[in-house]
């Protein structure tokens, strides 16, 4: 008499088995060929798919950016080695010395940038520089200036504007800012100068269109002047 257990034994190692050659055939290719081994400098470039899936190399093949890979380590590095913060995490220097930022934050052998969990930013002197210079540069295009000119006399706004200026600066070491660092708004110079400082790299966007501004806030004036902006004029009668 065959025993059961016996039966159960033979069709678990047979299972095995079929497992085992499904893994070592698993690399086969669709026409029975070993897929190519990727070498180390294949692995290290970063594939550009979109530039591929475009053909702008005329074909779909492989296409890296720049031609080499840097990687998020590299990325940082460079930041670092320019002055700039990458994921607003501080330069080395700037946490030791509490530089626009809490120090390190030390319980016995354990260190942790407990500061940067509340009070993180990318703002220090480096990117304040940037942002001069972004502002300072203004919209620097020929072509897009002529196409202003057009757009002017066509529609009779322009196109193109100066890009956009990031208004956030230094911190002013408060866990929560006021009303007037949220809205930008201090008729009565309260927190203007005091607990807030207005950053002095321009505000491009509004100087391009200070024409539809009115002194003072928001009233109904200022609003019935920005919905007259953008109304179509009316053909005129025909007598």
């Known amino acids: 008499m065959v025993r059961r257990g016996s039966t159960f034994a033979r069709a678990g190692a047979v299972a095995c088995l079929l497992g085992g050659a499904s893994w070592a055939i698993s690399e086969l290719a669709f026409v029975g060929v070993r897929c190519p081994v990727r070498d180390s400098l294949t692995q290290a470039n970063g594939y550009r798919l979109d530039n591929m899936?475009?053909?702008?190399?005329?074909?779909?093949?492989?296409?890296?950016?720049e031609g080499f890979w840097i990687g998020e380590k590299g990325f940082f590095k460079s930041q670092n080695a320019q002055g700039l913060r990458y994921r607003?995490?501080?330069?080395?220097?700037?946490?030791?010395?509490?530089?626009?930022?809490?120090?390190?934050?030390?319980?016995?052998?354990?260190?942790i940038r407990l500061g940067e969990l509340f009070g993180g930013t990318g703002n220090n002197e480096k990117l304040r520089e940037l942002k001069r210079k972004l502002f300072a540069s203004g919209?620097?295009?020929?072509?897009?200036?002529?196409?202003?000119?057009?757009?002017?006399k066509r529609y009779g706004h322009k196109r193109w504007y100066p890009k956009y200026i990031n208004q956030s600066g230094a911190n002013n070491g408060q866990f929560l800012r006021g009303l007037a660092a949220w809205s930008g708004y201090d008729p009565l110079n309260e927190e203007r100068g005091k607990t807030w400082k207005e950053m002095d790299f321009g505000k491009p966007w509004i100087?391009?269109?200070?024409?539809?501004?009115?002194?003072?806030?928001?009233?109904?004036?200022?609003?019935?002047?920005?919905?007259?902006?953008?109304?179509?004029?009316?053909e005129p009668e025909k007598k």
Not at 53 to 65: H, Y
Not at 98 to 108: A, H, M, V
Not at 207 to 234: I, T
């Open 139 to 152: 919209l620097n295009d020929p072509q897009k200036e002529a196409e202003n000119d057009y757009w002017l």
């Open 207 to 234: 100087e391009a269109k200070g024409e539809l501004r009115l002194p003072g806030f928001v009233s109904k004036a200022q609003m019935e002047k920005e919905m007259a902006s953008g109304r179509l004029l009316k």
């Open 88 to 111: 607003m995490i501080a330069l080395k220097d700037e946490l030791k010395n509490g530089i626009e930022t809490p120090k390190l934050f030390q319980l016995g052998p354990i260190k």
């Open 53 to 65: 899936l475009q053909q702008k190399q005329g074909d779909m093949s492989l296409d890296v950016s």
